[in-house]
């Protein structure tokens, strides 16, 4: 099966974890990312002072061997399935079932799966289609013999979105589409490329940049989920400002549906011709069909890309300067702004340093406390990557810089903006470490208007403290947050929460209460339900508090034009059961 | 009823046509335009040249009087409608029911009304809403009593959109929204305001330039289109390449239909909260129920706005320019370029020129085709408008400038742009002034890929040369085009089509052969059915081409869940009969 090198139900490569390295020490294996290979000994003293509670390399929980259920295969469409594809692309093995059953849900997936031993219910056959003919093939398989077929792509989602629906009594086939991952054709006249849905980020922009050119689209997950994937998930990517999020990303796109094939014949750059069925493809979670390919930008790769950081004396300077950034005409293709304790996790991820390094370190630091008068336990940092001509990023940069004077804040340098922008891809592993030693930890995002983010955190907050306390949580929570995206009226910010599981009856299940409580706090402070992640299972309860009723049926009617019998049954958002 | 000031049927303001001032020269009455009042002599001659015919005084057309059908009115509806709306909001008064039965189509509406006498089907009684709580019981009203109900903005439309199917056995209520034209609430902080979609958009730019604000959308049609009617034909303005087109001007919208109302609860700057019954609503065309309010982006009204001009050799230099624009990141406001006889046409505009000016415009001349070297018949223009900062105008038009000496072109300064830019808005007249001397003029537009340009224009001109000689149209046809929008994948061109319909049995039959023709021809050569002015009735029997019969099911569906009785039987686009 497809991607081997990576983890069969943990986030990301399987070569890759934190691991004790010494008794207060932890280390990234592996040789991926930046920090693989480094010993970190700043970590754990950081997140000890963070949660209130001590951890140590005895307190490693082992994993257990999930158990996977038999199949439950209808004989006929088996023999259908049979005539349709060779062995090596059709599956029945427990550990590829089992790996196409799942998100990233650090509770209520990943958890279940390597502590608990079982999760709900398991795919029942996995697929494997090279190309469209055979994607309809068997779409019209599995309508004839009333299977349950649900697309699969990166299997990054973090919203519960490939959790199958438990009382599934139809044959479930997972359709992996990685293998359809061509780039079709390049239009290099018109900027855009046809691509099949199932490449994965760093496979798409590893074919278009041979050919001089870039998708731009850069979500933290670009390493393993899929152009389909993005456009089911309505994701965003962290140089949106130059490339566009998806739906400026995506010209057109081709879904097949038991009705028939969704697309539009003549994509065209922008059009006025009516209802657009293309619109509801964005965030459709696997609902409606399999999306096959899409015409997407590309853009000549830029000739520079420079990074860049600004160091604030506080995150509300931080966020004044954001919003100035975006009527200065100069936003860099990604912007991010983190709070105070986000950037000091990013400094407890740091190696040990020696030598004229940590001699330079400690006169920078010298420079920002006690020169400038810049206090440790309120800082906030920004995160820049400048894109473009030289002479565009010499004018962004120039720009940035003339604005952070303004706000207080000093230009904190290239090395550590690039260091900032990459531990992005890393951090994803330290939430399952923190798992290894019982800490309950999990990010979560939304999008909220410029003058509700300071409400919206600090609401937050105070109801993650007080759902702890009332639990009786060991120490006290840990939560950080960074503004990822802004927007004309608004921005998106993404949170990191985390608190000892030790003590607690059931972690997990306490876990999903505080996360829902949080949600409704969220919301009530004028957050939205989210920015990127989507609904899938996890925030379906909230759906009505979103759209009204009859928006609602618009949405299921939709669903039911083109897959009456619920072909596509994976039930996620408004398609729940 | 609103709008007194405007024509009953013709486009535009009753006090402002072309006529005759001499035997060889037309003037525009009134005073609203900067061509107001000014006699031109140079028009005539220019477009006798260009058809190949001669036109004078004496063959202008007499108006005739429309006749109006007595009214079809249900009792009971009536009666209804009685409780709900004060007899000054309620009418069946023959030229209010006139007047909102008809869109702007120079053949298939203005036509039939203006030489005709008559057209298919005519509203029966016309209301006028005060706010969302009568939009809700006039709507209960028409389910109630099976009537037909069609929502009126603008009155604007060029697709015949507005025009009722001629079966329509039911009563047929014409929802005038204009009287919705309130600013709800303005949100400083976070740049959107909350607007009910009855206002216009010389409304909406006065109410909000009070405030300092501006919404910047600006359609041709702007003086009379209403914010309602830009989202339900999916509008574009000039100005999007600052302000966004209204798809990206639109946070969150509300829709009225039978089975509730369709809105999203928690507007946010971005979501990822499932498929989006708001991305339906553009280009809903009146189907699915009635738009009554929308928040949208607003802006700090520029501190600068400049215009200029630029003129290229050709016609293909101007698009490579265009194309070089996109990408060296000082995208002006608005750009567009017109072919040569666009051009031309704008010139023929101009008033006789005299004393210190007469010399100036011959020196410029001379400088132009004599020292330059340029070629009358082949140079091709461009107008713009920056608006920003002082430093952003100026950054910008450095730019410009450096880019257009790469393209041979020569700078033409702020007054042709200027008045380039503003002839927009008076050159609609010209239109119905044509049509008075016996010629056939409309403008139709596709969006087309970069690379298909030349071929598409190529074609159309072709083909309109063709089915004019096959015709016997007198002379020869005139087609003129301009680039109106650029985008990363391709541009929107607006065409502005003529010939005489002398000697011609039915002129507006064939005008509607060769349109249809050419629209093919235009979908055959890789262009979109529409850019920006929609579907209507007029290009429905292409949607096939366009939709695959999967995507139609699924707009159908959509339009099914929320208006099961179509009392919004209007019939546009995929939901025509």
């Known amino acids: 099966m497809a991607d081997d090198a990576r983890h069969p139900y943990r986030w990301g490569y399987a070569d890759t974890r934190l691991e004790f390295d010494g008794p207060r020490s932890v280390r990234m294996t592996g040789t991926r990312y930046p920090l693989s290979g480094q010993s970190m000994p700043h970590l754990l003293p950081y997140v000890e002072q963070m949660l209130g509670l001590t951890l140590d390399a005895a307190s490693i929980r082992p994993d257990s061997t999930p158990s996977v259920p038999a199949p439950q295969l209808d004989p006929a469409l088996m023999a259908a399935l049979e005539r349709l594809l060779p062995s090596e692309r059709r599956s029945t093995d427990p550990r590829a079932r089992l790996s196409h059953s799942h998100g990233q849900l650090a509770i209520g997936e990943i958890d279940r799966l390597v502590y608990g031993g079982r999760i709900a219910r398991v795919a029942d056959v996995v697929v494997e289609p090279i190309d469209e003919e055979e994607v309809r093939a068997i779409v019209a398989a599995a309508v004839e013999h009333d299977a349950c077929l649900v697309p699969y792509g990166g299997g990054t989602n973090v919203s519960g979105a490939l959790m199958y629906p438990e009382d599934e009594a139809r044959t479930i086939v997972s359709m992996d589409m990685r293998r359809m991952r061509r780039v079709l054709s390049v239009d290099r006249a018109n900027g855009s490329a046809l691509v099949e849905a199932g490449i994965s980020g760093t496979d798409l922009e590893a074919a278009l940049g041979a050919l001089g050119y870039t998708c731009g689209h850069t979500p933290d997950s670009m390493e393993f989920s899929t152009l389909g994937g993005w456009i089911a998930t309505n994701a965003s990517g962290m140089k949106k400002n130059r490339y566009g999020n998806i739906e400026d990303i995506v010209v057109e796109a081709t879904l097949v549906t038991p009705a028939g094939t969704v ?315």
Chains 1, 2 share one sequence.
């Open 263 to 577: 697309e539009t014949r003549r994509p065209a750059a922008r059009t006025s011709t009516g209802m657009q069925p293309l619109s509801l493809l964005f965030g459709s979670e696997g609902n409606l069909g399999v999306i096959t390919k899409a015409l997407i930008a590309i853009h000549p790769k830029p000739e520079t890309c420079r990074y860049g950081s600004i160091v604030f004396r506080d995150f509300a300077d931080g966020v004044a300067f954001l919003k100035e950034v975006r009527t200065a005409g100069a936003l860099p293709a990604s912007i991010r702004l983190v709070n105070n304790r986000e950037f000091r996790l990013g400094q407890a991820l740091r190696p040990a340093s020696h030598g004229l390094h940590a001699w330079k370190s400690a006169l920078q630091r010298q420079w920002l406390f006690g020169v400038l008068g810049f206090d440790l336990t309120t800082l906030a940092a920004c995160t820049l990557v400048m894109e473009g001509t030289p002479d565009e990023v010499a004018r962004q940069e120039r720009e940035l810089r003339r604005l952070a004077k303004r706000f207080r804040a000093v230009w904190g340098g290239e090395e550590n903006g690039r260091r900032g922008y990459l531990l992005t891809f890393a951090i994803a592993y330290l939430r399952d470490f923190m798992s290894q030693v019982g800490v309950v930890a999990e990010t979560f995002e939304t999008s909220v208007p410029w003058d509700r983010i300071e409400e919206v955190c600090g609401a937050t907050e105070r109801a993650l403290a007080s759902e702890c306390a009332a639990r009786g949580v060991v120490g006290q929570p840990y939560l950080s947050y960074r503004v990822t995206q802004t927007y004309h009226t608004g921005v998106c910010i993404y949170f990191t929460m985390a608190f000892s599981g030790h003590g607690l009856a059931d972690p997990g299940s306490a876990f999903h209460d505080i996360e829902q409580t949080l949600r409704q706090e969220i919301l009530d402070h004028g957050g939205s339900l989210s920015h990127h992640h989507g609904v899938g299972k996890l925030r379906q309860r909230f759906l009505p508090q979103v759209h009204s009723a009859a928006g609602l049926r618009l949405i299921r009617a939709a669903k039911s034009a083109v897959d009456p019998g619920n072909t596509f049954g994976i039930g996620n958002g408004a398609c729940g059961r």
